[in-house]
């Protein structure tokens, strides 16, 4: 049962970022949080600290896109302006954070860190 997590959320993952890259986001969005949720599994019976750490590293890279994904599908879809940032590749793409604006905290917006 204990290598079945790992090969889950990888199969999830795949999933998510072919989701994803077609521009299918509320497709995309639970793949990615089903994908985290076996890497916890996952991360909490693994002993090996390398590969504990490299799977950290990938589980914060698909937090943060699941939570830019979200962010715009809170919005109700994707903002013009932020469509080339949303395209690229994990790897390559601009480091940014998230700023919540206004009193109810709803309205969000990508700046340079």
Do not use: C
Not at 21 to 43: C, D, I, S, V
Not at 66 to 77: F, P, T
């Amino acid at each position: 049962m204990y290598s079945n997590f790992k090969e889950q959320a990888i199969e999830y993952v795949r999933q998510a970022v072919a989701e994803d890259n077609a521009g299918n986001y509320a497709r995309a969005f639970p793949l990615y949080m089903n994908a985290l949720e076996y890497f916890k599994t996952h991360l909490k019976y693994e002993k090996n600290p390398k590969i504990k750490e490299a799977i950290t590293q990938k589980f914060t890279e698909y937090l943060r896109r699941a939570e830019e994904i979200r962010a715009v599908l809170d919005e109700g879809g994707p903002d013009p302006r932020l469509m080339g940032m949303l395209l690229w590749p994990p790897g390559l793409r601009p480091n940014l954070r998230m700023e919540t604006m206004g009193r109810t905290g709803t309205r969000r917006s990508f700046v340079p860190v």
